[in-house]
């Protein structure tokens, strides 16, 4: 009796085939859960690791970032590549975003595991969108600040504590 082949899975592909991931150029709109959608981020001391690592990703001139937002269960970003970095990081090609973020991402949780016990703290996957223009640069940071009043975790975007402006938009 023959054996059928077993399928090989694949994850699915989420980004753009041909884009040049490690360009300064683009504005990439990014959300990544927490795992299994664990609401982690609702103490606030492992929301400050997020806050500090993406500062201090700023501060090296990694990436730009222009707003995010910190939710019980996930994070939404607005950030480009610094410039320059993206010349350093040129020989990652289109995986540039995804290292970038696996490097974030392996990061936080070292921290909050070696600080708190908590493992695993990322899903594996994140979500990105490549902003194509002016205007929905505008909405999608507008999106991202007010997630927590839609959410009814706080009565305006400016009081809660996890969700700011950081770098001008590039308009």
Known sequence: MEM?????????????????????????????????????????????????ELEYRRLVKEIKLFCYCVMPDHLHLLISFDDGFSEKIGAFGDRALQNWLSAFKRHTSRTASERYGMKPLWQRNFYDHVVRNDESLLEICQYILKNPVRKDIASSWEQYPYSRIVDSLPI
């Open 4 to 52: 059928p082949e077993k399928a090989i899975h694949r994850r699915k592909q989420h980004h753009l085939s041909n884009l040049d991931y490690n360009s300064d150029v683009y504005v990439f709109f990014l959300t990544i859960c927490t795992y299994d959608k664990r609401p982690y981020f609702s103490e606030p001391q492992i929301s400050e690791i997020i806050v500090s």
